[in-house]
Structures are given as C-alpha cells and as structure tokens.
C-alpha cells in the first residue's frame, strides 16, 4: 500500500536574489508501507533538502508531497500531526538532544503527542531497550552520554513516537564501523517487528547495500534512479562518473568483467558474490 508520495517536487533556496539555488528539481517517487528505500548522492545533490520536505520542515517551491493519502500542505491540514507520523532523525542527531535527562528528551515527542504518563513511561523503555541504552541511563544527563548512546537517544526520541515513516539522514556519520553496524541492524529490525517505512540517507553504499529494498539515485538535485538495490547497482559506471563510490565487491566483479569472466555485475553484497563464485567455479570443474 502507498504510504508516502511526492509529485513534481521542486525546492529553490534564496530565490530571487543573487543566491538562488534550485536544491532539487521534479523529484516524482512512491513509497509503499513497509519499504526500506535507501537514498544516495554525491555532496550537495539535495538529499538533506529531499527527506526534510517529507514531514513538513520545508515548503515545496513547487509540486505536492502526500503521506498516507493526503496533501500536507493541504488547506487545514495539520503539519503537527504529519509530523508524528514521519518521524526525521538529522545527521548528528544528538545535536537534537537538548532536555534535562535522557528520559525526558525520549518523552518529549510522546508528551507532545498528548499521551498519559503511563503510556509516555512504556514507549520510553521500550524506545530506549530497543536502541541498546540501559535504564540506568534514563536518569543521566544526555550531554553525559558517549558519542554513541548520545545517538542512541536520539533515535529513541524519534521511535517513542511510533511513526509510521523513519527518515535517517546519514545517522551512523562519524561512528566507528562497530556501533554503525549496530545501529542499522537495530533501525532494521524495528522495521520488520513494527512494518515502519524507513528512509535512509547515507554516503557508506555497503550500508545502502545491505539493508535497502529499493535506492533512490539524486543527482544535482534531480532523480537519476529510483529503482532496486540489484538494478541501481547494474550502473556502477554511472554513479561513479557522479562522484558516489559503489560497494568495493561491485567494483571486483566489473574488473572481473573486464578481465572477460562472465560474472553479474549487479553483484553487491558478499553473499552474492559467494554464491555467484561458486555457479562459477562448478561450472568450470563440470567442463
């Protein structure tokens, strides 16, 4: 089922004077409930400006954005309430950490939302069990915490509130290779207990690669692709002339290419990589 569209979007900074910036440019896309939709694009393509369009923080200079059906933007329409629904976490979201405890700032969007205490208490504990941050925390400063709890909280923050969609932009930036890997298994599997739309923005194309249903390619601030994480992946060429670097195993497989070996180069995680090798191999030990 469609959960979040966009139809002809079009967003121009400072317009009308010397600074005009068109930041992006009849960007059309559907997303159906469930999906995990991985977002890509070299520094400046209007990946930041795209996903903050999709709860209300910023008005479309031109075109519609619809969320379960309706038009935010519509005459009457409540952008409070959109933004209940699509929950954003920004890149570095422990800058969005501001309360006197953890468990406070997890309780603010709960609390906005207009919940009891008992229910605020339960999607506090379970939003931060589920993020990995322990009880004993909740009574701490946030500013106390470590770089990585201190994003934990943050997403905490965001998933007490349940959202239908979760947009991440670039949430695992500066983390170490580890609690990266953490978190997006975490973001992952609350996807499939809960069927949340969770939107990723990310430069890492090994994350994008592994978790990702369908990529969503921006280029200058227009769509380049939109379509499955195997097929988006087939134009590595591409998305290497635009500055993105492709999964290091994608790369093997088009110098394998190249080399005359007749491999896929849709390849894009390790299992496949495997499990194409082996084809390979068996076929040559069957001649």
């Known amino acids: 089922m469609e959960i979040l569209k966009t139809e002809h979007l079009r967003f121009v900074y400072s317009p009308g004077t010397p600074f005009e910036k068109t930041a992006i440019d009849d960007i059309s896309i559907t997303v159906s409930e469930g999906e995990f939709i ?5 520094t400046g393509s209007g990946k930041s400006t795209l996903v903050q369009h999709l709860n209300g923080l910023l008005k479309p200079t031109g075109g519609k954005v619809f969320v379960m059906g309706q038009d935010i933007h519509r005459k009457g329409g409540s ?4 933004r209940f629904k699509v929950g954003l976490v920004f890149q570095y979201p422990e800058h969005q950490l501001f309360d006197e405890t953890v468990y406070k700032d997890i309780a603010f969007g709960p609390t906005n939302m207009g ?3 008992s229910e605020i208490k339960e999607r506090v504990r379970y939003a931060a069990k589920f993020t990995g941050l322990s009880e ?5 400063s946030p500013f106390d915490l470590s770089g990585g709890q201190k994003r934990r909280a943050a997403i905490a923050g965001v998933i007490a509130m349940m959202p ?6 670039e949430p695992t930036a500066g983390l170490d290779p580890g609690g990266r890997d953490e978190i997006l298994e975490q973001i992952n599997q609350y996807r499939k207990q809960t069927g949340t739309t969770v939107l990723l923005v990310s430069h890492s194309m090994e994350d994008i690669a592994e978790h990702a249903d369908r990529v969503l390619v921006l ?3 227009r769509l380049m692709f939109f379509d499955t994480t195997e097929r988006v992946f087939r134009h590595s060429r591409e998305l290497e002339q635009i500055g993105l670097q492709v999964p290091d195993v994608t790369k093997t497989f088009l110098l394998l290419r190249d080399m005359g070996m007749p491999v896929d180069t849709g390849v894009y995680t390790v299992e496949d990589a495997a499990d194409q090798l082996k084809k390979i191999f068996a076929g040559v030990k069957g001649c």
Do not use: P
């Open 136 to 140: 004993d925390l909740l009574e701490k």
């Open 219 to 221: 280029n200058k601030g």
């Open 115 to 117: 919940l009891g205490e």
């Open 79 to 82: 952008l409070r309430d959109v």
């Open 164 to 169: 239908k969609i979760l947009i991440l932009d």
């Open 38 to 42: 991985g977002i890509i694009g070299h």
